[in-house]
């Protein structure tokens, strides 16, 4: 029995209390001001300081330079004192699985020592699809909130990533797929031709609750999206949270990304087993938050995900309520079919129930793409995310589950 204290148990208050950051920063995840500032440390004078920044954040995230002395267009004595002090670490690939439908799961070490601790560990899904590849970043080793559906609430350790991790993500996606300007495409069953952008896509759909991580991930998501760096469009970001209702304002105002709801429930009493941050914030409050997104629109929608679990969300009921109850939302409707994971008691409806349920929402004027099951093979799908640590027991579980009732 694994004894855990209150602090253990509310680690998104006090994150990274039990890990030790590399001894050398890595400049990966770095903003503009931070690169800025980061040479202001090492002697750099403020008058040259913008301008190598510029030069460096070219090399980091155009070029994604793994090495300084790849920095050509930067002086020898400055690449020497950035060597001495820096380094550009990303998270290690530790483990790669490649389905047979081309997706890719890499299961990646995060720097740094971690105290008494097993090392921290997330895992990262590329999708690749004829029009995009979309890349599935996680925002926390685990998750404090304790879907019942969901493998990776079942993981223990739980801490809040780095902007610099949640970057970092993206740059080993890059990296292994040779996505960098003047690197050579990766070839493989499942990936796109030449001459096209191998990672176009970012959900935020890994491990973790992307809001209880909220400034880390606002800051990563800026770096992402700047066009003479990563490049990603904003609208081709989009954060799926549980609904963490105070931080969805937020998350328009700061990021102007996309939003997606993880709903799958239209009852509150439903909602509150399945996903029980619905007790601290109802599906009234949360529907309001999305009623305000900053930017919403018709060309803007907000994406609703519907996980579907047989027998006990998935009857035509359901169907008629969930449209009644996003009636004036410009909203897409998502059905995800549930991914089974080992030790869950959920089933998937059946395909035909699916499509009635699906039907029923079409008819009612949404598109309601049934989400395709990726890289299940790997338990790389949907919900299967969970870096290798033991299971909760039942009192750990309840006890977590509390504690992130009443934070
Ligand atoms: N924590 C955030 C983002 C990560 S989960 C959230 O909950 O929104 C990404 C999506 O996968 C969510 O919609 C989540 O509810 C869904 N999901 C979780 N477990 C699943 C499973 N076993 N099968 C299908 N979808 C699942
Ligand atoms: Fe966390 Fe999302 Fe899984 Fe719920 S569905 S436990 S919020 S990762």
Not at 86 to 101: G, Y
Not at 275 to 280: E, G, M
Not at 337 to 351: A, H, K, L, R, V
Request: aromatic residues 6%; glycine residues 8%.
């Amino acid at each position: 029995m694994i004894a855990m204290t209150a602090a253990e148990l509310t680690l998104e208050k006090t994150p990274l209390e039990r890990y030790v950051a590399p001894a050398k920063p890595s400049l990966v995840g770095a903003s503009r001001a931070e690169l800025a500032a980061m040479l202001g440390h090492i002697g750099v004078p403020e008058r040259a300081q913008k301008m190598r920044a510029q030069q460096i954040w070219h090399w980091l995230y155009v070029r994604g330079a793994r090495d300084f002395s790849d920095m050509t267009s930067v002086s020898k004595d400055l690449r020497a004192e950035l060597e001495q002090h820096f380094t550009l670490e990303r998270p290690e690939i530790v483990a790669e699985q490649v389905s047979n439908d081309g997706t890719r799961k890499w299961l990646l070490r995060l720097p740094g020592e971690t105290v008494g601790e097993r090392p921290h560990e997330v895992e990262c899904v590329y999708i690749p699809e004829t029009d995009r590849g979309t890349l599935c970043v996680s925002s926390q080793v685990g998750c404090t909130l304790n879907c019942s559906f969901c493998h990776t609430g079942t993981q223990r350790l739980v801490r809040n990533l780095t902007a610099g991790e949640i970057v970092g993500q993206i740059m080993v996606a890059r990296d292994r797929l040779g996505d960098f300007l003047g690197q050579e495409h990766a070839k493989g069953p499942g990936l796109p031709t030449e001459g096209e952008r191998f990672v176009s896509n970012i959900v935020m759909m890994g491990m973790g609750e992307p809001l209880y991580n909220f400034e880390a991930v606002r800051d990563a998501l800026l770096v992402a999206s700047d066009g003479e760096g990563l490049s990603l469009s904003r609208r081709r970001i989009t954060l799926s949270t549980s609904g963490v209702v105070p931080n969805i304002s937020r998350t328009g105002e700061e990021i102007a990304c996309m939003l997606a709801i993880s709903l799958h429930a239209v009852r509150d009493d439903l909602r509150n087993e399945l996903v029980p941050l619905n007790r601290k914030y109802p599906i009234k409050e949360l529907l309001e938050a999305c009623r305000n997104y900053p930017g919403v629109s018709n060309a803007r929608r907000i994406t609703f995900e519907y996980v579907m679990l047989k027998g006990v969300n998935d009857s035509l009921s359901d169907a008629k309520e969930l449209v009644r109850l996003l009636k004036g939302i410009p909203a897409k409707i998502n059905l995800i079919p549930f991914n089974p994971w080992p030790g869950t008691t959920y089933e998937c409806s059946d395909w035909e129930q699916i499509e009635k349920f699906s039907e029923v929402v079409f008819n009612a004027g949404y598109a309601s793409p049934v989400r395709t099951p990726r890289g299940r093979d790997i338990l790389a799908a949907c919900g299967q995310l969970k870096s290798a640590t033991e299971k909760l027991s039942v009192r750990e579980r309840m006890a977590l589950r509390a504690m992130a009732m009443t934070d």
